[in-house]
Every structure is written in structure tokens, then in C-alpha cells.
T-cell receptor, first 115, second 117 residues
Framework: AQSVTQPDIHITVSEGASLELRCNYSYGATPYLFWYVQSPGQGLQLLLKYFSGDTLVQGIKGFEAEFKRSQSSFNLRKPSVHWSDAAEYFCAVGAWSGGYQKVTFGTGTKLQVIP | GAVVSQHPSWVICKSGTSVKIECRSLDFQATTMFWYRQFPKQSLMLMATSNEGSKATYEQGVEKDKFLINHASLTLSTLTVTSAHPEDSSFYIC?????????????FGAGSRLTVL
């Protein structure tokens, strides 16, 4: 079964600083990888995804992530954080099983942005 | 883009009552819908997978008789929390998977917060 680890529960960065959120996954084959963002009391919004091809993927809101198979990682990055980026970020891995894709989420990283 | 609507967004009920939460795909047909539960400050836990026209597949540890799921059409799935108790209070989120090019990406609803008094 697949699993996802987000080692950082809480990260604080200054507005304008760069950001990297870590994600490691465990899966026997090439996974489908996702990053979602959740604002308080809201559902999840897809930031970006990796299925195959170029290992550096661009997403919405200026985010990007790089798939590194050798490290089983899919870290999320943003060169300059904005105050509106404060939210909780979930890394997820999708695997096909029984005809449907089962998505497993990490425990999330809460991002705080200070002025 | 694909939109999933959940209703109600917040419901408060008395212990022992049943509550129904609806999940609708607004502009696409969702062959499969998923129901998640999220406890405060925790991740999303998959409760069940709902396929249109067939019985839902529940994850281990999820009570089928407690959380009734119905996926009667390609645009609607419902989750009914039967005889709700305070420990059922949680944030319930649905997601939908479309067909074709949209099959590999889940679109999430905004969630429904259930508070059982």
C-alpha cells in the first residue's frame, strides 16, 4: 500500500522568502503525485500534479514541485511567498487499485507567513 | 473547470438524529466519488469509494451501517450519518473523479462540517 510522509507539521516563513515543503512517498510503481492546499474550513484545491514526463511540474499560484524518483520525494517550492499562501498543504499519492484510483494523503504542513 | 458542490456546508444536529450530506458534480459526470473524514488538525482519511449504480466500498474500520453512501446518478452521491453521536462530529469532504482526461485528478467539494450536540 502507498503512503505519504510530510515531515514538517508547521513551517513559518517571512513574506517574500522562498518556501520548500517536503514530501516523501512510498509506492511500488510510478505514482501519481499531487499537492493540495486547504484554507481553514474549506475543501481542497489542487495546486499541481505529476503523472509522468518532465519531473519538474508547474502549478497554480506560482508553485512548482519536483519529482525525484531516487529520493522518493515530491517537494513543493515557491520562490517568493505571499501572505495569502498561509494555509495547510497536503501531499498525496494516487495508486490504481481495483479499477479506481485510491488517493492517500500526508498529514499536512501548516504554513504561516509573517510580515 | 470541474466543480464539486457539497451541501450543507455546516450542520448541527442532536444526538440520535440522522444527517444527509450531498455531493454533486456540477459540470461533469463523476463515475466515482470518494468520501473523506478530517479530524481537527489532521489529514484526510478515506472512508469509502462510491461508484454510480453499485454499492460503496468502505475502508477498513468504517461502519457501513453508520455511514450510508448512495451514488444514484453520475452527478450525485450522498452520505448519511445515521444515529449521529458527538464522536461523529467532524469535517466530511467528498471528491469526484470524472471520466476520460479527468479520470486521474480528484476534484474536491468545500466540505461539510457536522456538529453533533
Amino acid at each position: 500500500a502507498q503512503s505519504v510522509t510530510q515531515p514538517d507539521i508547521h513551517i513559518t516563513v517571512s513574506e517574500g522568502a522562498s518556501l520548500e515543503l517536503r514530501c516523501n512517498y512510498s509506492y511500488g510503481a510510478t505514482p501519481y503525485l499531487f499537492w493540495y492546499v486547504q484554507s481553514p474550513g474549506q475543501g481542497l484545491q489542487l495546486l499541481l500534479k505529476y503523472f509522468s514526463g518532465d519531473t519538474l511540474v508547474q502549478g497554480i499560484k506560482g508553485f512548482e514541485a519536483e519529482f525525484k524518483r531516487s529520493q522518493s520525494s515530491f517537494n513543493l517550492r515557491k520562490p517568493s511567498v505571499h501572505w495569502s499562501d498561509a494555509a495547510e498543504y497536503f501531499c498525496a499519492v494516487g495508486a490504481w487499485s481495483g479499477g479506481y484510483q485510491k488517493v492517500t494523503f500526508g498529514t499536512g504542513t501548516k504554513l504561516q507567513v509573517i510580515p | 473547470g470541474a466543480v464539486v458542490s457539497q451541501h450543507p456546508s455546516w450542520v448541527i444536529c442532536k444526538s440520535g438524529t440522522s444527517v444527509k450530506i450531498e455531493c454533486r458534480s456540477l459540470d461533469f459526470q463523476a463515475t466515482t466519488m470518494f468520501w473523506y473524514r478530517q479530524f481537527p488538525k489532521q489529514s484526510l482519511m478515506l472512508m469509502a469509494t462510491s461508484n454510480e449504480g453499485s454499492k460503496a466500498t468502505y475502508e477498513q474500520g468504517v461502519e457501513k451501517d453508520k455511514f450510508l453512501i448512495n451514488h444514484a446518478s453520475l452527478t450525485l452521491s450522498t452520505l448519511t450519518v445515521t444515529s449521529a453521536h458527538p464522536e461523529d462530529s467532524s469535517f466530511y469532504i467528498c471528491s469526484a473523479r470524472g471520466a476520460g482526461a479527468g479520470a486521474n485528478v480528484l476534484t474536491f467539494g468545500a466540505g461539510s462540517r457536522l456538529t453533533v450536540l
